[in-house]
């Protein structure tokens, strides 16, 4: 596909709400408000706006700005931006390892996908009322064990997502974005509502905001740090795949604002919507990813109106995982599509089957393949620690660094529309402190 006919988002509205989308996924809902919880409440949430305007604002910006200025897939922006600005090559490996990294996950976030659409329905059919916690951990333990169901929502989650990408940007991204997010944010404040009833809602929110200082280790500000970055979908190619599509009237610094602000009201919301469930119902915090598919269910199965919150709440993880998943599936299309003849539809559905054959691969790791080990982990646990301790680091690491000391400095500072004393601290922040704060991160994953 040529230039001239790349695809453009039809406005800066729908492009925030895709990009938020794509931020918001399955992390936010859980993992996020239970960190601001364990680490020190509003001293987190403080420590990590901090992580996020020094590193992810700067390198979200960068991607974006990456992708505009290529206007095509992340590698061939990547390679073309580097060889107009008098760059080595090797820097479309930025670009190959996004884009790989985009596939990779997908292929399990996809399996995890799977399993909130099939408690989605487990809501409506009653599959929680009236269980224990034995009987609800046995549902979990159930269905991680038997590959033919795995392998059905699995494959029903790739084809939601293949048949919303294959219709392209405007119809499809766009489309996806203007319904999802709305309805996304609808259920979060009919869940938010809900929690203010319980009585419990005063305490969820001291658990949230209250700062405790005491909490605040180096730990923890490295958790802030890598959670401030793989919040926003940095180190995937998605962000440089997007800004592929963005016009030069778009300020990309107030733009990235707004997504920042977005993602983080979202994942405190669903704080405030999770929390007083679990204090209400005397649940254990402490559960990780059990406490959406074990702890969670357990309350609803044993609450009044259960069943109704329980289908409010796993449609909100399903949407969450959607956004999320359209847009790792989109730079992997972007390359498919403008490497090979292949029609956007071509290119959706080979780059979709190849993401579903290799999650078939993640999700036997749960029962038939378990014995199948690499370096200690099965497939799953290796695709997760490949990307989240390496890929994604490294590819994020070298967008800042490109842009920092590889383009054009006064060129840089007209596209982000900043006048001179701004612009130096731009400098400072994306030469020095967000490539420190990406390698520490990378160092203490390891």
């Not at 006919?5 to 989308?21: C, M, P, Y």
């Not at 890598?226 to 962000?239: E, K, P, Q, V």
């Not at 920092?404 to 982000?416: F, H, I, Q, S, T």
Request: aromatic letters at 12%; proline letters at 3%.
């Amino acid at each position: 596909m040529s230039k001239q006919s790349h695809a453009h988002w039809s406005s800066k509205l729908t492009f925030i709400l895709a990009a938020t989308g794509s931020a918001v996924g399955l992390g936010n809902i859980w993992k996020f408000p239970y960190m601001v919880g364990e680490s020190g409440g509003a001293a987190f949430v403080l420590v990590y706006l901090l992580c996020i305007a020094l590193i992810g604002l700067p390198i979200l910006t960068a991607e974006w700005l990456i992708g505009r200025r290529g206007q095509e897939n992340p590698v061939n922006s990547m390679a073309d931006v580097a060889k107009s600005a008098g760059r080595s090559k090797g820097w479309v490996m930025v670009g190959i390892s996004g884009v790989l990294g985009a596939f990779l996950i997908l292929s399990f976030y996809s399996v995890i996908g799977g399993w909130s659409l099939s408690y989605t329905l487990s809501s409506v059919t009653g599959g929680f009322t009236g269980q224990d916690a034995d009987a609800i951990g046995e549902l979990f333990s159930g269905m991680l064990g038997n590959p033919g169901q795995l392998l059905l929502w699995h494959s029903v989650f790739m084809l939601l997502v293949i048949g919303i990408v294959a219709r392209g940007v405007t119809k499809g991204l766009e489309g996806a974005a203007r319904t999802l997010m709305p309805a996304l944010g609808v259920l979060l404040v009919v869940l938010v509502g809900y929690g203010m009833t319980t009585g419990y809602f005063g305490q969820a929110a001291s658990y949230l905001f209250n700062p405790d200082w005491s909490k605040l280790t180096g730990e923890v500000v490295l958790a802030a740090l890598g959670h401030a970055f793989f919040t926003l979908s940095l180190g995937m190619g998605i962000m440089m795949a997007y800004g592929s599509y963005l016009g030069e009237e778009v300020n990309l610094l107030k733009t990235a604002r707004t997504v920042v602000i977005m993602d983080t009201v979202i994942a405190l919301g669903a704080g405030l919507a999770i929390f007083p469930i679990v204090f209400a119902n005397g649940l254990d915090l402490n559960s990780g990813p059990g406490l959406i598919f074990v702890t969670l269910p357990l309350a609803f199965g044993n609450m009044t109106g259960g069943m109704l919150l329980g289908l409010a709440f796993f449609l909100l993880l399903t949407f969450a995982a959607l956004t999320s998943a359209i847009s790792l599936l989109e730079p992997v299309v972007e390359f498919v599509e403008e490497r090979t003849p292949l029609s956007r539809v071509g290119a959706t559905v080979v780059a979709g089957v190849a993401t579903w054959a290799l999650g078939i691969a993640a999700l036997l790791s749960f029962n038939v393949w378990s014995d199948v080990l690499f370096f200690g982990l099965n497939i799953f646990d290796l695709l997760d620690k490949l990307t989240s301790k390496f890929l994604l680091p490294l590819t994020g690491l070298g967008a800042i660094v490109f842009v920092a000391w590889g383009l054009d400095k006064e060129g840089v500072r007209k596209e982000l529309g900043m006048d001179i004393y701004d612009f130096s601290l731009w400098n400072l922040i994306t030469r020095y402190v967000a490539p420190i704060g990406v390698l520490a991160v990378f160092v203490s994953s390891l």
